[in-house]
């Protein structure tokens, strides 16, 4: 009976399975076997030459590649950790009743689904020095001069507040999921033990939502890591290197470059140390939590 | 007038045209006659999203179809995208498209690959599908790009071709009080510049004039992103060479030498004299040149924010007559690009150029599966015939007779005696140097490029780190050796 239904299953995954190889893991394996060669179409010889793992030592040398790698993990740091804070303030704020709550959920909910190429576009209109009303109001009411195009601290933070806008409404949405879900009993009997505010988060609430928080975690942080379009747009990874973020380098190598070679062994390295990031994520804030439940 | 309009009035024209060649009878029948075995053909071409593909698509494309029954589907894109698409299809052999853009700065390239169609070859081996009018002697110059080194074959058909000038604002350099003013500053008469040294003092006189009057106006514009190749290609198409530091710098016939030490000039006194009075320039004009790329710095100029600045010829001639785009219609003015003692009499002389002639060509991919038809689409828009409302529509000149055109001639005075100058003055100017490797160098040195412009790097350390890094990748490449 159980030998039955295990091949029910399998006949019914199986088109699933298929296409998951044909699509995700064929290619995959196609990237790391590209990764083994020196391949350049433009290149003297244009032909892909087998040349071991030499792709991969280079890149521990390459000082770009570092630097893309550096300036990815602060933008990840800011953008996501301020996504975590306020998507976790505004699912709080969503929780109570206000006027105007219906259409403020659902103003600040439109960056969704809006495109990362459009999302770009609309910023660089905003920020584009002395055109832009954002540098405008700024040199207006503070006296402060913003352009993107000099300051590289000016592009950078441009760019984790564009994250920051786009995205914290997922996580908005996702922590409101989790709040709904929870159940009350727990918060009433601490009131009832005399818990303060900060002891029933501490205690009561970040625990209970803990998986939510770190699934959204796991796909920010796998989203801000690859980033592309919106800086692509914003910046093109400038001004010099400042925003030139790890996807962005990549895209580079790749593309305009044609360095197909090594600009897949850098990809096979940036997936590594995703992988590597979720693991410890998982393993320093999930782990724990599940043996003492097991 | 907008371009939508001139597209309108353009389809109408030609359409009559048509009409008027169908009285003769000869051609309207070789297109029908020839297109008879791809009835039922759709052909697909991309290219760049600008005002001669627009034309293409929206009035060259259906006449053609009326006149063949073949249809044409272009697809216009952005210059990236484009290049990506192109280079996919024709690198896995897709046969995707039958017709790609090339510019000219990469038909070296495509050639090396072999991607391209020799349209030449192609036409002596089907006789049939020769148009009577078509010859190749049409074309301008510019036409020579796109033959094949070794065979002189023609391996695309030139569609855009412009050359990056220098534009001012006529209203501004022709009002008295502005010339006396400017006299009194510097005891020179307020005429476009021809050096270095006269446009840096024309600049910043008028980005002081625009501060002491409280206007938006600066001396210069400044293609001079900080994160985007635009800002590369100024420098080492239009400014580089107007010191005398030709083909990026690099020495092809000195095995690929880019360095100074290696017989290269790349990091050359000229060079490095070059970037730094081209970034002089960038620190006085208007504040959004370091984002501005070849659009922004047009949209800079037809804003009336810029006095004086090298604009490509494309964004010219709408700056210069498309009042629904441009504030300063009818006041600018062309003129060479200032140059350094002696470049004139060098290039007079047959070596090097003053600037950057720009445009791109339309070729069939080898991996196309509908040549013969792509053939006689791409013999249709070389037609003399069509040209010169194509010109009008979308100012560009490909090919001589277009000059002659009253049309043509008309729309020369619209623009300030553009036209005049490609015709004249158009041997002044190059394409890019012919290097298959062309987007890997610019890729490989731009970084430490664009820390020059933000002041991480100088300028001699950083072009000397340039010249190291462009022979380092032409060495990767297995060009240098």
């Not at chain 2, 021809?194 to 514009?221: M, S, V």
């Amino acid at each position: 009976m159980l030998a039955r239904r295990n091949t029910l299953g399998w006949i019914l995954l199986t088109p699933t399975l298929v296409i998951l190889f044909f699509f995700g893991v064929l290619p995959f394996l196609y990237v790391v076997f590209v990764s083994f060669h020196q391949w350049n179409p433009f290149a003297a010889d244009p032909n892909m030459i087998y040349n071991a793992a030499q792709n991969y030592r280079r890149i521990v040398f390459d000082q770009a590649f570092l630097n893309s790698i550096g300036v990815t993990i602060a933008f990840v740091v800011f953008a996501v950790t301020s996504q975590l804070i306020l998507g976790y303030l505004l699912a709080q704020a969503f929780m109570r009743d206000f006027p105007g709550k219906a259409i403020f959920r659902t103003i600040h909910t439109l960056p969704l689904i809006m495109a990362p190429i459009i999302v770009g576009s609309v910023w660089k209109l905003m920020t584009t020095p002395s055109i832009g009303i954002i540098p405008h109001y700024l040199d207006e009411w503070f006296g402060i001069t913003m352009n993107i195009g000099t300051s590289a601290f000016a592009a950078f933070m441009t760019t984790v507040i564009m994250d920051i806008w786009h995205w914290t409404p997922l996580v908005t949405l996702t922590l409101i999921a989790a709040l709904v879900s929870l159940p009350p009993d727990p918060f009433e009997q601490a009131q009832i033990d005399g818990a303060g505010k900060r002891q029933i988060f501490w205690h009561i609430t970040l625990p209970m939502i803990a998986p939510a928080v770190v699934a959204t975690l796991f796909i920010r942080l796998m989203d801000a890591l690859r980033t592309v379009d919106e800086v692509w747009m914003l910046t093109g990874g400038g001004p010099g290197s400042a925003t030139r973020y790890v996807g962005v380098h990549i895209f580079r190598e790749v593309f305009p470059k044609t360095n197909y070679g090594y600009g897949s062994a850098i990809s096979v390295i940036v997936l590594y140390l995703t992988i590597v990031a979720c693991w410890l994520l998982y393993v320093s804030m999930l782990a724990p939590r599940n043996r003492k439940r097991g | 007038m907008s371009v939508a309009f001139r597209l309108g009035a353009s389809a109408l024209a030609i359409t009559m045209s048509a009409t008027a060649s169908f009285a003769d009878g000869q051609s309207d029948e070789f297109w029908a006659k020839a297109a008879e075995p791809y009835q039922g053909v759709t052909l697909q071409g991309v290219t760049e999203s600008s005002p001669p593909s627009m034309f293409i698509r929206e009035v060259l494309a259906p006449q053609f179809e009326e006149l063949t029954g073949i249809r044409v589907d272009v697809e216009t894109t952005s210059w990236d995208q484009m290049y990506d698409k192109a280079i996919k299809d024709m690198e896995a052999g897709t046969g995707i498209y039958d017709m790609v853009y090339i510019e000219q700065d990469i038909v070296y390239a495509y050639l090396a690959r072999d991607f391209l169609v020799d349209m030449t070859g192609a036409l002596e081996a089907n006789a049939d599908l020769k148009a009577p009018n078509w010859d190749e002697a049409n074309f301008t110059t510019f036409a020579d790009y796109f033959r094949g080194a070794d065979d002189g074959n023609l391996y695309g058909v030139p569609m855009e071709a412009f050359i990056k000038i220098y534009l001012y604002r006529t209203d501004l350099f022709g009002d008295p009080d502005i010339q006396a003013a400017f006299k009194e500053k510097t005891g020179k008469d307020l005429v476009p510049a021809t050096n270095h040294a006269d446009y840096a003092e024309i600049a910043q006189f008028f980005t002081d004039y625009g501060q002491e009057n409280d206007l938006d106006l600066w001396g210069t514009t400044a293609q001079a992103h900080t994160g985007h190749p635009a800002s590369w290609y100024e420098y080492y198409e239009s400014v580089a060479p107007t010191f005398g530091v030709y083909n990026w710098g690099i020495d092809a016939d000195n095995n690929y030498a880019a360095s100074v030490d290696n017989g290269g000039q790349m990091n050359s006194d000229k060079a490095k004299a070059a970037m730094t009075w081209w970034l002089s320039m960038r620190d006085i004009a208007p504040p959004e040149s370091p984002a501005s790329t070849w659009t922004e710095v047009g949209t800079t100029f037809a804003a009336g924010r810029a006095a004086q600045g090298l604009v490509y010829g494309e964004n010219a001639g709408w700056i210069s007559s498309d009042e629904t785009k441009s504030k300063v219609v009818g006041n600018v003015g062309v003129a060479l690009p200032p140059l350094a003692d002696g470049i004139m009499d060098e290039v007079e002389g047959g070596t090097g150029y003053i600037g950057y002639y720009d445009g791109g060509a339309f070729g069939i991919p080898s991996s196309s599966k509908n040549q013969e038809a792509a053939l006689l689409f791409l013999q249709y828009i070389g037609q003399n015939e069509v040209q010169p409302d194509w010109a009008v529509a979308a100012p560009r000149v490909t090919h001589t007779a277009t000059y002659d055109d009253p049309k043509v001639q008309a729309m020369n005075e619209e623009l300030g005696g553009y036209y005049d100058m490609l015709k004249d003055k158009g041997y002044l100017f190059a394409g890019a140097p012919a290097y298959p490797f062309h987007a890997q160098v610019r890729e490989a040195t731009a970084p430490i490029f664009y820390q020059m412009l933000t002041g991480d790097l100088g300028v001699d350390e950083g072009l000397d780190q340039m010249a190291a890094k462009a022979e380092e990748e032409l060495t990767n490449l297995g060009y240098r050796k």
